[in-house]
């Protein structure tokens, strides 16, 4: 069993992964460092306000003595979008990456076709023309 898990961790396709998820994981923080630190400045210039801290109040809280407040119940649409435009920079990058890999493929020739052998009717006119002989 360990020589079958051994064989099974150092398959090619498994090291693969491995080192694709590391750097995926590298790349996600690129993508939140630009969309924190680009995209929503940008965006929050338009709504006036810092875009991951845009919400909805929906019960106001109450400070508490060191002025913090509590018992707000908020959705948190701002941070919500800035997760959402993070995951379609990182679905279109690792798209254009898979058409590329894609694309540097061999492309592989169609395999040839069967030859064909004769026809039904083929086959039935040289049996007759066989028979007719005898």
Do not use: H
Not at 13 to 31: E, H, R, S, Y
Not at 35 to 56: E, N, R
């Amino acid at each position: 069993m360990l020589k079958e898990f051994k064989e099974f961790a150092m398959k090619g396709n498994l090291i693969d992964i491995a080192v694709a998820f590391v750097m995926g994981a590298a790349f996600n923080k690129v993508v939140s460092a630009f969309t924190g630190g680009i995209v929503s400045p940008l965006v929050g210039l338009i709504f006036k306000a810092d875009f991951k801290d845009l919400k909805w109040t929906i019960k106001e809280g109450m400070a508490d003595a060191s002025g913090t407040v509590v018992g707000e119940v908020s959705v948190m649409y701002g941070d919500f979008i800035t997760n959402l435009i993070d995951f379609v920079i990182v679905a279109f990058v690792m798209f254009m990456i898979v058409k590329g890999v894609n694309s540097t493929k061999k492309k592989e020739a169609p395999a040839p076709a069967a030859p064909k052998g004769p026809s039904q009717e083929e086959l039935l006119a040289e049996i007759r023309d066989l028979l007719a002989k005898k």
